[in-house]
Structures are given as structure tokens and as C-alpha cells.
């Protein structure tokens, strides 16, 4: 019988950010935290006049815009910074990168910091253990690239540490709260539910196809969990990570 899932033995193994929705991000070896989530994460998106934001779905904020994953997007400081597949790179405070963005996807749009609307879909931080890709990996009898998940933090476990879930331990995390490093407090509050942007071609990752299906059929399309955040901090690469009681 296997135990309750408990990341007393957890540590942060991968830390993302991801300065642009829908682009690939960076990866980081420390990320400062306030109540939005990792600070910059998500805070410019591709806008298009009528409002609503680049996406790889639709929906009512969103509009899908096929090939935003083959743009990366990293921070000059505050500043995004915008790679096309050519090699250009275009800052997001010159007024030339509304013009490339715009030639890119094929319609009027421009890069905009987050407003009104909000640039998350589904909570400010997105958390995905060791474990829940091992149980990927089986189900889908590949491979499973952490970063085609689009995680903030990829949390690795200790022995023991799979869970109730048959590797799906952050199911059993839902409505607790969780230190993270020696200030972050996180709440796990919901699944995090997937969409089609886990099969798309993404930049250094070539077409997939099927991990969605076959998280549909096995979890009800859910891996890895949302998180809010309870208390501000600053994250690094190797923190450990316990459930408080």
C-alpha cells in the first residue's frame, strides 16, 4: 500500500519564467515571488486591438496564434526581450517589435504589459513533481519534457514520495499550504488542467502529439497543480520544500 503523499523530502530541482504568454520562456536558478506569482512571469502578452490576448487556445480572454512557441522571450532587466526562429531579437521598449510581432502572426498585434485583464489562465503559480512526469511517462510511453508542461517549479521527491495517486502526488497537496525555500508559503488550491499547448511544436521540442489525450483518458486531461501565493519570498534552485501542518 503506498503512503500519503508528503514533499518533506521535495526540493526545487527547475525554476521557469515565462516573461511573454505563450512564448518559451527562461530558466533561472533564483525567482523572487509576490502575491501574482514569480515576478515578471506572464506580465507582457501579444494584444490584439479588440483586447484579446495571444494564445495556443481560444477562449474568452484568449485567441489562439499559431507559432508563439517558437518565439522566446527573456528579461533585460525589466525589459522582455523577444527571439524570433531567424535569429532576431527585438526589445519589447522598441517600437519595432509591434511591426515584428505583427508580420510574425500574421495579423495586427502588439506587445503589451498585463492590464485589466489577466495574463494566467488558471492561477499565478503552476507546480508539476519528479514523480507526476514518471506517471506521464508511463502512460504515454514517451518521454515527457518538463518544459512542454510549462511549469513554474519542477519539484523532485525523495524516496517514498509518490503517493496515493500512483505518482500523482500533488493531487493529495490540495487546500494545503507549502514552505518553499526560507520565505515562500504557497496554497495548492486546484489540479492544473491541460490544454492542446502540450502537443504543439515548441521551440528545441518538435511535435508530441497525444500527451493530451492521454492525460484526458488517465486524469481528466489534469497534471501538476496550481498554487497562490501566501506568502512573498525569493525561490532558488535546490530549496527544499514540506508541507506545513
Given at each position: 500500500m503506498s503512503v500519503p503523499a508528503d514533499p518533506a523530502r521535495a526540493t526545487v530541482r527547475r525554476l521557469w519564467r515565462y516573461p511573454v504568454k505563450s512564448l518559451v520562456g527562461e530558466e533561472l536558478d533564483a525567482a523572487d515571488v509576490d502575491s501574482r506569482g514569480l515576478c515578471g512571469d506572464r506580465s507582457w502578452a501579444l494584444r490584439e486591438p479588440d483586447g484579446k490576448l495571444?494564445?495556443?487556445?481560444?477562449?474568452?480572454?484568449f485567441r489562439r496564434m499559431d507559432g508563439l512557441l517558437a518565439l522566446r522571450a527573456s528579461y533585460d532587466g525589466e525589459v522582455p526581450v523577444v527571439a524570433f526562429p531567424d535569429g532576431r531579437e527585438v526589445r519589447g521598449d522598441d517600437e519595432a517589435v509591434h511591426a515584428a510581432l505583427s508580420?510574425?502572426?500574421g495579423r495586427p498585434v502588439s506587445l503589451a504589459r498585463e492590464g485589466d485583464v489577466p495574463h494566467h489562465d488558471d492561477g499565478p503559480v503552476h507546480l508539476v513533481t519528479t514523480a507526476s512526469l514518471r506517471?506521464?511517462?508511463r502512460i504515454h510511453g514517451r518521454?515527457?519534457?518538463p518544459r512542454r508542461l510549462r511549469p513554474n517549479l519542477l519539484l523532485e521527491l525523495g524516496p517514498g514520495g509518490e503517493g496515493e495517486h500512483d505518482g500523482l502526488p500533488e493531487q493529495d497537496w490540495l487546500g494545503r499550504r507549502m514552505s518553499v525555500g526560507a520565505d515562500v508559503v504557497l496554497e495548492v488550491v486546484d489540479p492544473m488542467p491541460r490544454c492542446v499547448m502540450?502537443?504543439?511544436d515548441q521551440r528545441g521540442m518538435p511535435v508530441e502529439g497525444g500527451l493530451l489525450k492521454d492525460l484526458t483518458d488517465h486524469n481528466d486531461g489534469?497534471?501538476?497543480?496550481?498554487?497562490r501565493v501566501v506568502r512573498p519570498g525569493r525561490l532558488r534552485v535546490g530549496d527544499s520544500a514540506a508541507l506545513q501542518d
Open positions: 495571444g494564445s495556443g487556445k481560444s477562449s474568452s480572454r508580420a510574425y502572426v506517471w506521464a511517462e518521454p515527457v519534457d502540450v502537443d504543439l489534469c497534471l501538476g497543480v496550481l498554487a
